[in-house]
């Protein structure tokens, strides 16, 4: 029979797998919404059209052709700004809500890709000096 502290450090072992195996697979999941993420705008006069991805970068940009009616490259180039500066908020705002249904005690996508990593490294130590 086993040693009681042998015992204790074995279940506390099997949960801290478990918790580990959940995390793993919430980061997962975290990632690929992540990478769905998408932010939307279009200008007022609805001649532009914008699409940013999770961390704000232009994805796409729609020009319509009604725009060359009224020349003025200022105004264009304000407009765009501000369209793809609007998507690009829109994505945050969703980027931060898909980081809060996942994040555990506070941690977002960045610190569990952080402690998954610690935890994949101690995990290899531990390989090393206890192969199964």
Known sequence: MAEPHLDDLRAEAEQA?????ELRRNFAVLQQEL???RGQATSPDGFVRAETGAHGELLDLRLDGRIYRNPDATALAR???ETVASAAQIGAERTRAVNERY???GMTAAGMNNRLENLDAIQ?????????
Do not use: K, S
């Open 17 to 21: 797998t478990r918790t580990y195996q």
């Open 35 to 37: 990478a769905a993420v």
């Open 79 to 81: 407009t765009i700004t």
């Open 103 to 105: 994040a555990t005690g």
């Open 124 to 132: 290899e130590r531990l390989m090393e000096r206890w192969p199964e």
